[in-house]
């Protein structure tokens, strides 16, 4: 009776210690997406750099949706969550025209709610930096129809704006 107990227990143990550690794992992305993946990637095609760029306006909108969730409508959260919806329908043609299936926007379940305003913003600080890498990779990777690389550059050069906001964001929330 006993070693069933504590069979019981162990397993349970068990099932709980690997409930959390999925739980914290699911807070990071894959190592192959979005920006991070991009600037990791050495050899993008025009199907993974379309995905890639997807994935980060989707991580991007996901992280501001829960900012704003928890600290309300905020400038400039509210101003560029509006922006990475049109950064999302800007690529969205280039899906259809070069017959890419369009990723599952999953993205939610990668975004950690900051503690504090501060943090959000250097959040949005970091996120726009991995951005704007990203779309400047993007833009001069070899095999890139120029269309798409013009989408690339006009892209990074809004997030380029972004990060201005947030680096004003961040100065006055130190």
């Excluded at 994935?55 to 909108?61: F, G, N, P, S, W």
């Excluded at 501001?64 to 905020?74: L, M, P, T």
Aim: no cysteine.
């Amino acid at each position: 009776m006993r070693i069933k107990l504590y069979g019981l227990i162990t397993i349970s143990l068990l099932f709980v210690f690997l409930t959390i550690h999925n739980a914290n794992a699911e807070l990071q992305p894959p190592q192959n997406y979005g920006a991070k993946g991009a600037l990791q990637d050495s050899s993008i095609t025009l199907e993974e750099a379309l995905i890639y760029a997807i994935q980060d306006e989707y991580l991007a909108q996901a992280r501001y949706d829960s900012i704003i969730a928890k600290f309300g409508a905020i400038r400039p959260f509210t101003q560029i969550k509006a922006a990475e919806q049109r950064h999302i329908s800007a690529l969205l043609p280039l899906f259809q025209k070069y017959n890419i299936k369009l990723p599952e926007d999953n993205a939610k379940q990668y975004t950690k709610t900051p503690n504090t305003l501060k943090e959000a913003f250097q959040a949005g600080v970091d996120g726009e930096i991995d951005n704007i890498a990203m779309y400047n990779k993007l833009a001069s990777a070899a095999g890139i129809p120029q269309d798409v690389k013009a989408v690339m550059q006009r892209l990074g050069s809004a997030s380029q704006n972004h990060l201005a906001a947030f680096k004003r964001g961040l100065s006055q929330n130190q």
